[in-house]
């Protein structure tokens, strides 16, 4: 029974964390440079993330010129967050196309260079939910918050595994197309090559009979 349990648990762990998109990381941004992220996600997928410069020395403010300005945009190129000469920052938004989404941090030049670290984080579907506020609002205890993740969990991979039979088909078609193209080629070049042999020899065949060679 305890060793059950104990698979159930790590099935579990396994699957929310297969299900939850989660990206927390901490760069270095050269002033004057770009640097940008691609987070893919899909539709009606909810989406946050944050982002601050680290502090060279904890305590003390930046200077004016450490600021950097952060924009998200979708697939398609539309805007989702834009934010000028900031400190820090975050954004959330629900999304309304399926594909890679980029998140951009550019820093102003300053004479001279310098690099800015920046940390950042980026989560998406079961990973953007506030578990703890669905707990709070409905007054349900820890085997029911565990069972409605796994619901949503489980939710989330079998939508995955109809994208990925779609994208199989998508390919499978592509191939087969391809061939089929391929063969059409294939034989028509075929017969432009037996054509042009068949001139040539012609051609010689007129050749040495003017100069009645043969």
């Not at 039979?165 to 059409?184: G, P, W």
């Amino acid at each position: 029974m305890h060793r059950s349990s104990i698979t159930i648990t790590m099935m579990v762990t396994l699957i929310l964390g297969f299900a939850s998109l989660v990206k927390a990381m901490r760069f270095d941004l050269e002033t004057g440079a770009t640097k940008c992220i691609t987070e893919d996600i899909k539709i009606n997928a909810m989406t946050i993330g944050k982002y601050n410069i680290v502090k060279p020395v904890e305590g003390f403010p930046l200077s004016a010129e450490d600021r950097i300005t952060v924009r998200v945009t979708s697939p398609l190129g539309n805007n989702y967050h834009y934010a000028d000469r900031k400190e820090s920052g975050n954004f959330a938004f629900t999304t309304g196309e399926a594909g890679d989404y980029m998140a951009c941090f550019w820093a102003a030049k300053q004479s001279p260079d310098k690099s800015l670290s920046i940390n950042f984080e980026w989560k998406s579907g079961l990973a953007a939910k506030d578990w703890s506020k669905v707990a709070k609002k409905g007054q349900v205890e820890m085997m029911e918050l565990e069972l409605k993740k796994l619901y949503d969990s489980v939710t989330m991979v079998h939508e995955e595994m109809f994208n990925l039979r779609a994208r199989e088909e998508m390919m499978q078609h592509l191939i087969r197309s391809t061939n089929a193209k391929m063969a059409t080629f294939s034989f028509f070049s075929l017969i432009i090559c037996l054509s042009v042999a068949a001139m040539q020899l012609w051609h010689l065949k007129a050749f040495f009979q003017r100069k009645k060679l043969i």
